[in-house]
């Protein structure tokens, strides 16, 4: 009896969490099986950059360059009375004074879909930069999951 407790509450809170990637520009990390449903390099709950340090492999950019983010929802939280959303932002220091650059409304997708948003990188000086993704799920159990995306600006 206690072992189908343990499941019944394994399964819950894998239903209740949701999980974001950053595909294009690659977040931080690794994608370790971001083509399966709750990959755990998708699952990261610590702001603003999911807990990862910054990295050494920068995508090389221009100010006021377009940009096309491509996230994935990796899994499905979507709600119908309260649906959340992802948000993206850019700046020079991780969590604070970021500028959100957009916001794509969470939709009934299912889990592995992809969002994507084009947007402009701002006119900054040439620099180590951050581009950071939220997803947004309102959920009061599992509100945010991060990733970043470390940038420089030539």
Sequence with gaps: MFTLKVALFVGIVAVCAA?????????????????????????????????????ENYVTLKAMQNLTVVLQKNLDHYSTTDPGQFTISFGATEGSGMKMLGMIPDTSEQSLSLYAMNVTIPSVSSGQYVLQSVYITNN?????????????IM
């Design 19 to 55: 999980h974001m990637c950053m595909l294009s520009p690659a977040q931080r990390g690794s994608l370790v099986g971001f083509n399966k449903v709750g990959a755990a390099d998708c699952y990261l709950k610590t702001g603003p950059c999911g807990g990862r340090p910054k990295s």
């Design 140 to 152: 009061p159990k599992t509100l945010l999951f991060y990733e970043c995306a470390d940038i420089m």
